[in-house]
């Protein structure tokens, strides 16, 4: 079962009521999801004030805000806007377990030399995910980057060769290697390494506001960075480089620190 089977399948009809529009007389309109694993959107006057429970959020220039919703959110959330306060309920998810075997041992117990490898990989993507376009570059709606079947969901617990490890921040798409890789939105290309230890090659996408994309075990990248692409431009090739068991695109999605469901992003509209 494809990606594009799921959308028009149960999936479909579960996200569909995820996909929200607030709007009131006295509220800011929001856009996306209010769910584990959402981003939502609004606009309001720069001057003016939006806090989700404690948390002030940044007003751009253009008076956009944005917020996510981790993998595991409190059932309800706070919003005020100047001086109203507004409850909205966080729609909670199931995660699956996904057990993974056949993967050579060091790639889950990596050696002091590949630790060492590994920090200095998570130190380009930690930066990479750090605020980099201050204006939304995204489009209304994003797009499949390569359509086959999904073997990974995010926030599944992985049990790699029987050992528990940190929950799968993002979906795995299984595809034949050398499959085209579009851009799921536009933005601007912020990392391009080869070989990382866990990801292989990778691409980091910034489609603004702090919303990157991050594309892993590519074989061919035909991108680089700093180099604006449009949605649904070819940016590489599938491959199988770093830990995998096979030709596929891992795709995730963070807004900052936080992962962020690509399915519910597919089926979220953003203006």
């Given amino acids: 079962m494809t990606i594009i089977d799921i959308f028009k399948g149960i999936i479909s009809v579960f996200f569909y009521t995820c996909s929200t529009s607030v709007f009131s007389q006295d509220f800011p309109k929001i856009f996306g999801c209010f769910c584990e ?51 909205y309920v966080v729609k909670k998810k199931k995660y699956k377990i996904e057990r993974i075997s056949g993967l050579p041992r060091g790639k889950v117990e990596p050696s002091k030399k590949d630790l060492e490898r590994i920090r200095v990989d998570q130190k380009k993507i930690i930066s990479s995910k750090k605020i980099g376009e201050l204006e939304k570059i995204f489009d209304e709606k994003f797009v499949i980057p390569v359509d086959g079947r999904l073997t990974g969901f995010f926030g599944s617990q992985r049990i790699l060769n ?27 290309v912020k990392l391009v390494a080869n070989n990382m230890f866990f990801t292989g090659n990778t691409v980091i ?12 075990h590519m074989d061919e990248i035909i991108v680089s960075e700093g180099q604006y692409v449009q949605i649904s431009e070819k940016i590489g090739s ?17 807004l ?12 979220s509209s953003f203006f």
């Fill in 238 to 254: 599938v491959g199988m480089t770093g830990r995998a068991t096979g030709p596929h695109l891992h795709w995730g999605i963070y």
């Fill in 37 to 87: 694993g959402g981003v939502i959107l609004g606009k309001i006057k720069k001057d003016d004030s939006i806090k989700i429970g404690n948390k002030k959020l940044d007003i751009f220039d253009n008076g956009e805000f944005i917020f996510a919703f981790g993998r595991k959110h409190k059932s309800e959330v706070i919003i005020s806007y100047n001086d109203v306060k507004k409850t």
């Fill in 162 to 188: 029987d050992k528990p490890k940190r929950p799968h921040y993002g979906i795995d798409i299984a595809q034949k290697k050398g499959s085209p890789i579009i851009a799921p939105s536009s933005g601007k």
């Fill in 256 to 267: 900052n620190d936080t992962p962020v469901d690509p399915l519910t992003i597919l089926n």
């Fill in 205 to 216: 996408l910034d489609h603004g506001l702090g919303l990157i994309s991050i594309f892993a």
